[in-house]
């Protein structure tokens, strides 16, 4: 394959990269040049007709270890990896699509499952005519441009992520929108602390790592001290000139890093009564390739 950059997306990060084939198998050469390029821009765009479960399972493959929905029950038949979001339903009005009314909801994937360092793929199916966008943060840009203060404030700072409590929130808002998890399920995905202030483990960037309604406990703070400090952290990373916001053509692939970048959807009501159907898969490193 040969890649190259079409453009550049948003303030200081992400691509559309052109030259990709997915249907093409993925060769050592490929795969590290396409792992260059998302290191370089932590976001990257692959626009085409469409993609098939099939294709998107082979680049998360190639990246890294794919790793088995959470949601089981919108997992596709033969490809645990791959999940299906949106509001699409079956004949008899049953969700065949996890959708999380939550709308905006700043994070990054993998902080449950303790994989920092994990790899998103996110493809378009089915785009609604109004709304349904995806919005990204730099998690670099946010620490460069933070007031030296509160640089000294924050680092040596603890972080305790919460999937399972996140989640019970998700599911109390998003009432039938997707089975609760068994309780073994919910013992696979323990409570994890992380470093507030961390390097980025390929490039050695900084940067500050939390996804806000995750976060239960920050070391040496109260809870009132914790939503203050994660709402003016997140505030900051998210501030309107340091957003890049993705307008989704049926087709869209974006795969991103998750340790670089938050993310967000946009207000749900915006395309309720309409169609959206998205392709997710997430990998991690694996350990004799990093």
Same mark, same amino acid.
């Given at each position: 394959m040969?890649?190259?950059?079409?453009?550049?997306?948003?303030?200081g990060?992400?691509?559309?990269?052109?030259g990709?084939?997915?249907?093409?198998?993925?060769?050592?050469?490929?795969?590290?040049?396409?792992?260059?390029?998302?290191?370089?821009?932590?976001?990257?765009?692959?626009?085409?007709?469409?993609?098939?479960?099939?294709?998107?399972?082979?680049?998360?493959?190639?990246?890294? +270890?794919?790793?088995?929905?959470?949601?089981?029950?919108?997992?596709?038949?033969?490809?645990?990896?791959?999940c299906?979001?949106?509001?699409?339903?079956?004949?008899?009005?049953?969700?065949?699509?996890?959708?999380?009314?939550?709308?905006?909801?700043?994070?990054?994937?993998?902080? &449950?499952?303790?994989?920092?360092?994990?790899?998103?793929?996110?493809?378009?199916?089915?785009?609604?005519?109004? &709304?349904?966008?995806?919005?990204?943060?730099?998690?670099?840009?946010?620490?460069?441009?933070?007031?030296?203060?509160?640089?000294?404030?924050?680092?040596?700072?603890?972080?305790?992520?919460?999937? #399972?409590? *996140?989640?019970?929130?998700?599911?109390?808002?998003?009432?039938?929108?997707?089975?609760?998890?068994t309780?073994?399920?919910?013992?696979?995905?323990?409570?994890?602390?992380?470093?507030?202030?961390?390097?980025?483990?390929?490039?050695?960037?900084?940067?500050?790592?939390?996804?806000? #309604?995750?976060?239960?406990?920050?070391?040496?703070?109260?809870?009132?001290?914790?939503? +203050?400090?994660?709402?003016?952290?997140?505030? *900051?990373?998210?501030?309107?000139?340091?957003?890049?916001?993705?307008?989704?053509?049926?087709?869209?692939?974006?795969?991103?890093?998750? #340790?670089?970048?938050?993310?967000?959807?946009?207000?749900?009501?915006?395309?309720?009564?309409?169609?959206?159907?998205? *392709?997710?898969?997430?990998?991690?490193p694996?350990?004799?390739?990093?």
């Amino acid at each position: 394959m040969s890649m190259s950059v079409v453009r550049n997306l948003g303030p200081g990060f992400g691509a559309e990269v052109d030259g990709i084939d997915l249907d093409a198998p993925w060769t050592a050469e490929a795969t590290g040049l396409f792992r260059q390029l998302l290191h370089e821009h932590a976001l990257i765009l692959v626009r085409s007709s469409g993609h098939s479960p099939a294709a998107l399972a082979r680049l998360a493959t190639a990246l890294g +270890e794919p790793r088995d929905e959470t949601r089981k029950q919108f997992a596709i038949a033969g490809l645990p990896m791959i999940c299906r979001l949106g509001n699409t339903v079956d004949a008899d009005g049953q969700p065949t699509a996890f959708f999380n009314r939550q709308g905006e909801e700043w994070h990054s994937d993998g902080v &449950g499952s303790g994989a920092v360092n994990g790899i998103t793929l996110l493809a378009a199916v089915d785009v609604p005519r109004r &709304g349904g966008e995806t919005m990204f943060a730099s998690l670099h840009t946010a620490w460069d441009t933070l007031d030296p203060a509160m640089r000294a404030d924050i680092s040596g700072l603890r972080v305790l992520h919460s999937f #399972n409590w *996140h989640n019970d929130k998700v599911l109390a808002l998003s009432q039938g929108a997707a089975k609760p998890l068994t309780a073994a399920e919910r013992a696979a995905i323990p409570d994890r602390w992380y470093d507030l202030v961390q390097k980025h483990p390929v490039t050695g960037r900084a940067l500050y790592y939390l996804s806000p #309604n995750l976060v239960r406990e920050i070391s040496g703070l109260d809870d009132r001290q914790r939503d +203050e400090l994660v709402t003016r952290l997140v505030d *900051h990373a998210t501030a309107p000139q340091r957003v890049y916001c993705h307008q989704w053509i049926p087709g869209d692939l974006l795969v991103w890093d998750n #340790n670089a970048l938050m993310h967000s959807a946009t207000n749900v009501e915006h395309y309720e009564q309409d169609r959206r159907l998205m *392709h997710r898969c997430f990998t991690v490193p694996r350990s004799t390739t990093d």
